[in-house]
């Protein structure tokens, strides 16, 4: 579609996306249903005065369509930042309780990993929560763990690449690490009768989250080099 082949239909066309978009994301995000009806409201009254000025000649089709795209990415990109913050607070969550199995469970050769899962989960959750309460637009938060990063290798975006790897590195241990099966006794600690893989303990939800979760981990690890690339 180019802008001499746009018209009227186009437009209402994608008014009807927008729309769809803002049902969906209220009812996933707002869990009251006034404010959930305010803001269906409001969204559709922004695609009808769209309309409306590409009807009476105010704008042109095309202008009437980029806008409403335009307002379509932002409103999809402040979902994607409360949905992405609201999973780094659950996965620190995670992460801590993880930490704390990891260190009582392992005769105390676990202390380190599991101080590590401890530090990063209380770090995601501050930076997540934190991000929430500022809003999408502001600076991502920072921990006080991502400053020990930086400051240790002396550098953001080697100090936020460490970061990010140590979390794959410790989400990868907690799947993958020894647990004692339920029910068993143990006699040995590297019984293979009476103990298996974490992973083999989760379920399929569990799985998915933590695959969830490494994916933004990767993302962001990609972002980083995009933004290191770009510097000048």
Excluded at 1 to 20: G, K, P, Q, W, Y
Excluded at 28 to 35: L, Y
Excluded at 173 to 187: E, I, L, N, T
Aim: glycine residues 14%; hydrophobic residues 40%.
């Amino acid at each position: 579609m180019n802008e001499s082949s746009c018209d009227i239909h186009d437009v209402t066309r994608s008014a009807s996306d927008l729309v769809a978009a803002g049902c969906a994301i209220g009812m996933a995000h707002i869990p009251d249903g006034f404010a959930r009806l305010r803001f269906g409201s409001m969204v559709a009254a922004y695609v009808d005065e769209v309309i409306q000025a590409v009807d009476e000649g105010v704008i042109s089709a095309w202008e009437g369509l980029e806008q409403i795209r335009a307002e379509h990415g932002e409103l999809l990109s402040k979902a994607n930042f409360y949905v992405q913050n609201g999973i780094t607070i659950l996965a620190g969550g995670a992460q801590i309780k993880a930490g704390i199995a990891v260190a009582g469970a392992s005769w105390g050769v676990g202390v380190v990993p599991g101080a590590l899962l401890v530090s990063h989960g209380a770090n995601n959750i501050a930076e997540g929560v934190t991000n929430i309460y500022n809003g999408p637009g502001t600076p991502a938060t920072q921990g006080p763990i991502r400053h020990g990063y930086q400051a240790l290798f002396r550098d953001g975006y080697n100090g936020n690449l460490a970061y990010y790897t140590t979390d794959l590195i410790l989400s990868g241990y907690g799947m993958f690490r020894v647990v004692r099966k339920p029910g068993s006794a143990q006699f040995f600690r590297f019984d293979p009768i009476s103990n298996e893989r974490a992973y083999q303990q989760a379920g399929k939800l569990a799985l998915i989250f933590e695959g969830l979760v490494d994916s933004i981990t990767l993302n962001a690890i990609y972002e980083e080099g995009e933004l290191q690339g770009g510097a000048p």
